[in-house]
């Protein structure tokens, strides 16, 4: 399939520098692209690459202007690119149909152009939307919900009682509606705490391999629209994620902690419980959050504080023995000082 | 289904203020509870919510003795709330039996009252003792006991050869048995051990989704009786957790590694092989412990040392520009004094 | 099965003291192993256990000329023992066929002496090699090959288009091939790029239970020959980890990062995004690398440097309490003598 350059321009509304009836037939990386492909870059310091790739165009920020190659000058250009790849590998929705090794209760209500594979389960009284697919392995169980378009990838389990939006991504492994973990002690033994609340994910969320979410004791654990989360990621029960935030991989979130819109944590970040989160806030990798973190920051550490002041606390950090070292002469030449004092006093 | 107060007070040993005819119908949190449910406050800063709270009765401390509405008066309000929960929510369990698509091997010993959902896997020689739940997906494979009352949920796979307790809760995904990590460099190349060993889960135990308990080497890893096991928690090969333990989200215990019991491990602490962590040890977020830890005390930071001893280090880490700001003028003002020193002794 | 000391000695290159002709039924531990057996000493500080074990013979290093038993002296007794284990415990493979409850495409292409468990999905033209095993609940999508000899454990999920090489093992809950992490904002909107790369494991890797491995966004995730990696890992889209490599449990690798040959990366350490790290370079458990790290050294710390100084720092941040009431010390004996000074100066 072949696009001409002046559409893929107009597509993205950006403009164009050159030949805008050149045929494009595929999309590829800066280094790995070939004639007849399109390619861009998001980054001044690789400008120089123009020159040097094979890619027959290129999408560009709006300050180039000039070029020994077709150009699309964008607003951001990795955003043009991403709306452009589509055209060129995404193949359109086409139903598979139910195949008859799947096991579908006979009161679940089943939508129009589903493909469900060999190997699912679907309990009582759930309901599957238009369009859904759900993959080999995937378990979901009874009274549950799962809205048009969403896609729940191999070996997915989806406890009872959880609601799944339209247009949802769940990779494979992914638990949804686990019990929380809530124990309280009766001596020295944990009795448990009954998790009878569920899991609410909104729309366009998409949430990454073997990625945990698990149900409220009360209530509701909550991934509001727009949300992504990457793998192994760790929400406890009656957690709150805001809209469009992003959680990357190995990120832990303890049990009624609420994380505000636009948010990002990156990998491996715990959050503790009971916490608030602001919105917009970032928090870097590996921090550890133990207080609210006020909207609009940047944290970073364990414990998490404002990133600029962690930064130059570290830079301390790592010349700690040095200043260890000024320290114990600072001790010796006082103690000269006092001691030469001392005599002077001694002398009067 | 109702039940009047003080049948509820007499089950869980509290005392009545009020009218203890009152029937309730069911449990909520006391901000969203409604007329006719009970629900409790644990903690005194909140008992300005009694007054606001719509539910029709509240379990209360012992130092409660007067409200607007009907009290039951417990040692442990949260604990007494938690045994009245299932009255409301909790189904006796009933067999539903065991699927023709569930695949069991001819030699597999089969107890009384299974519930064995389609696509389920159970290997040669495996014994499933009475009233045992495994959903679909379920993998039991060679040789390996699961006992009466324990539950498997979706997609949980127990390799050949583990042992499984009474009334042990399995969630999605757990993985039990799969071989430890065991390697000897041969040159560059790394030589596996064979990991030959078994995993032994005792009673009461409950693991969290998608985490993982390696086989031993040689001989047991060993989780024991009434141990909670939260979600993604890394379990290596010869680790043995001692009984009521609470290990939280995320946590990695490595190799060979004791762990007493009534400990806590918080989420996303790394703990490293061959050590011994004593009883009742509590352990902070993200700590990372690389030597024994001795018994009753509380433990943070990497590597983790006494909590309140970090704290104190934390929060002098947080000043360290400072402190490196006061440094270099003492150094100024002591070059000073040298310098003053130094001319007194040139004037005399 | 039996077999003779000396035939055991030649089967490792090591040489015997003592009866070669004595016969050995098994292996074990130092501390378990029975009369009949053989086992290893790999410490000298274990060498006083050669007294006190009940095995019949055991392996130990060529600096050991004498005991009260016959022994095996090798140049790594631990080596040797690993090579002598499976001559005791491994059975040769036997296929088992492929069970008429697995669904397979007419398209796929299935190699000689196949095991093939129930409930296992092989994609349109998947290729799978000869005498793999899959265990029940696998998934191999569309188009992927998986070569001979490797086995795959109960419900792991390979997306389609993976190369998985042969010998390799991957265990319960491995999820191949996902999608990588990676979106573009519009506006607040996360807009996903789509994920059209690849993922490629190599000859001889294995990979831990529940650790997943994203497919690239362009081109190739690349697991190379022989990397042996833990439990829950999470290596992003675009990574390639070197020959020989170890990664441990819970580590997790952010985008278009490279590993080099032979490296160590302990548990819980996170890797940052487009790093280089150089070959045989160790990095310590729950390390953050923030930047390219070069060959052949070992690092500690987030963020993670040299081993040796990081060690030197931390000792520093355990007393930063007394280090705070040094300094305030030595301001008060500064103004002491300052005070003291001006009280000189104003004598005169």
Redesign the interface.
Known sequence: MKKKLKELAEFVGGTIVGDGEMEISGV??ID?AEAGQITFIANSKYLRKLETTRASAVIVSKEVTTADKPLICAA?P??AF??I??LF??KPYQSKGI?P?A?ISPTAQLGKDLTI???V?IGDRSRIGDSVVL???V?VGEDSVIEEDSVL???V?V?SGSVIGKRV?L???V?IG??G?G????G???????Q?GQVVIEDDV?I???S?I?RAA??QTIIRR?V?I???V?V?HNVEIG??S?I???V?I?GSTKIG??VILA??V?V?DHIEIGDNVRVG??S?V?QDLPSDRAFLG??A?LRG?WL???M??????E??K??SQ??K??KE??K??SL?GKEK
């Not at 124990?183 to 009766?186: C, M, P, R, S």
């Not at 301390?316 to 023995?321: I, T």
Request: proline residues 7%; neutral net charge.
């Open positions: 590829a990386s790995s951001n990795q955003l991403v709306k790849l589509p590998f995404a195949d090794n096991w594979y060999p190997h389960y993959y080999p392995g378990y990838h191999p070996n389990s406890y991504l990779h494979s492994g638990v686990a019990d973990f124990f309280v002690k009766d020295k033994t944990n009795v448990k705490i009954p009878v998409e990454g391999a073997n945990t698990d009360l209530g727009g992504k990457d793998n192994l760790q406890a809209e469009d992003i990357v991989a190995q832990g303890a819109r636009n990998g491996q715990g503790n990798g590996q550890g133990f364990t414990p504080f002041e130059r606390a570290i301390v950090f790592q010349r700690l023995p200043m260890k000024a320290l600072i001790e030449r006082l000082i006092e030469t004092l002077k």
